[in-house]
């Protein structure tokens, strides 16, 4: 599967922001997707993640209640909201992709688990 992921900009504390994820093919609902980011000379950490076959998720306590996974079947999409946005949410934001679906645990939180990754989107947040 290929990914893609957009819609990244520039927002002030207290905005929001929607990320898109286009993941290519029909085979989506076999996935467990997540998100991840990875701000300057930190490594990329957990943000979300979502059984695509029936919306289990699964977020960081850093922005659980703030963000949110929501899908398009129809179009093989992946979106996170992003809601009261902070300074300490700016990073590149990455979308990823393992084949099969899994029962919620701690590999969701791996990124080395993901076998597959889009680009990444860079959501700068500013104070």
């Known amino acids: 599967v290929q990914l893609q992921a957009s819609g990244g900009g520039l927002v002030q504390a207290g905005g929001s922001l929607r990320l898109s994820c286009a993941a290519s093919?029909?085979?989506?609902?076999?996935?467990?997707m997540g998100w991840f980011r990875q701000a300057p000379g930190k490594e990329r950490e957990f943000v979300a993640a979502?059984?695509?076959?029936?919306?289990?998720?699964h977020y960081a306590d850093s922005v659980k209640g703030r963000f949110k996974i929501s899908r398009d079947d129809a179009n093989d999409m992946m979106y996170l909201r992003m809601n009261s946005l902070k300074p300490e949410d700016t990073a590149v934001y990455y979308c990823?992709?393992?084949?099969?679906?899994?029962?919620?645990?701690?590999?969701?939180?791996?990124?080395?688990?993901?076998?597959?990754w889009g680009q990444g989107t860079q959501v700068t947040v500013s104070s």
């Open positions: 979502f059984r695509w076959r029936d919306g289990l998720s």
């Open positions: 990823a992709a393992k084949p099969g679906n899994f029962a919620l645990g701690s590999a969701w939180r791996d990124r080395n688990w993901y076998a597959y």
């Open positions: 093919g029909r085979t989506s609902s076999r996935y467990t």
